[in-house]
């Protein structure tokens, strides 16, 4: 079973998200902050982690750069997924190493569990 990390302080979006991952038979770490991605994502040990960049106490940018400076974290492919939609922030996001960028307003939550699959499932 493929283990997905997320983190998005929107509680009722985050629940859907585990909700939906799990019936697609991934396994499912929901935080909902920043704060402690690096941490999780070094015991948890994702196949991939779904980021979100407005969060409280540390954002998806900071946490982004800590996963891809960290020796255990920084092949593990993470997947932006945002209320922002600058090309800036997305171009700043795929130069500090986030695979994906998908803007939420533009995106169905199966859009992006067939994403997850397609990424994971080839690994």
Known sequence: MSKILIAEDDLFLGKIAVKKLEKENFEVNFLISGETVLEQAKLFKPDAIVLDL???????????????????????????????????????????????????????LSDLTAYLHKLVDTK
């Open 54 to 108: 407005i969060m409280p106490e540390k954002d998806g940018f900071e946490a982004l750069v800590e996963l891809k400076s960290e020796s255990l974290t920084k092949d593990i492919p993470v997947i932006i997924l945002t209320a922002l939609s600058s090309p800036e922030d997305q171009e700043k996001v795929k130069k500090i190493g986030a695979e994906h960028f998908f803007i939420k307003s533009d995106i169905e």
